[in-house]
């Protein structure tokens, strides 16, 4: 039981890249949210879905995108990447009682 | 919105001291309220959680919280400190009852440090 699964770990893009950050769980949880971290601030909502097909804003999205086009996956899109974007990335899942369960983490670095 | 403030981004302890780690929350009505734990370079784990069966609640590793509505806090104790305790330890308080969504608000953290 891998619970949730983030892929890369590590990333250094370049002002100005795109990429995808992967997640997948394998608790068929009905939520999945995407949080940042950054020194000092605790954990920031970016964007989360309630069920396969929807999605919605947090805290702070812009610059974000994501999709949940399948139950288990939800994938986090920076399209043009900034240096405020550095930070580091958790994906997150939960049931409908309040348990959360985080990812390890997807370091990302953008020069 | 909710929000929830973490007194002290740093606290130090002697190993077999006690650990208080503070936590106030704002909210309209008493929410879901967490502490997480989180230690290098990994994700963040669940220590405890109160949803009002009882304010006082016992997580994993000997931690425990008590949840106090007149101060609107929920702080974290430890009686005895030890040294694979040191972590960073985040607050966070849930969406308000009636909602099965678990959109945390976090804490800005606090760093314990545990000396021998």
């Known amino acids: 039981n891998a619970g949730v699964t983030q892929t890369p770990k590590f990333r250094v893009l370049k002002t100005g890249q795109s990429m995808t950050l992967l997640c997948a769980q394998d608790?068929?949880?009905?939520?999945m949210y995407w949080y940042r971290q950054d020194p000092g601030m605790g954990l920031r909502l970016i964007h989360y879905s309630v069920g396969e097909g929807t999605t919605a804003k947090g805290e702070v999205p812009d610059g974000y995108n994501v999709s949940r086009l399948k139950k288990q996956n939800f994938l986090l899109g920076l399209e043009s990447a900034a240096p405020s974007q550095t930070s580091v990335y958790f994906c997150?899942?939960?049931?409908?009682?309040?348990?959360?369960?985080f990812g390890q983490g997807t370091r990302l670095t953008v020069v | 919105a909710q929000s929830v403030t973490q007194l002290g981004s740093h606290v130090s302890v002697s190993e077999g001291a006690l650990v208080l780690l503070r936590c106030n929350y704002s909210?309209?009505?008493?929410?879901?309220l967490f502490w997480y734990v989180q230690y290098p370079n990994q994700g963040l784990q669940l220590l405890l959680k109160y949803t009002s069966a009882a304010t006082l609640v016992k997580g994993i590793n000997g931690f425990e919280a008590e949840f106090k509505k007149s101060e609107t806090s929920f702080h974290l104790t430890k009686p005895s400190a030890h040294m694979s305790d040191a972590a960073e330890y985040f607050c966070a308080v849930s969406d308000e009852r009636g909602s099965t969504l678990g959109r945390l608000y976090f804490g800005r953290g606090t760093q314990l440090t545990v000396w021998p």
């Open positions: 608790m068929n949880h009905e939520y």
């Open positions: 997150a899942s939960s049931p409908r009682d309040h348990r959360t369960f």
């Open positions: 909210s309209s009505v008493p929410p879901y």
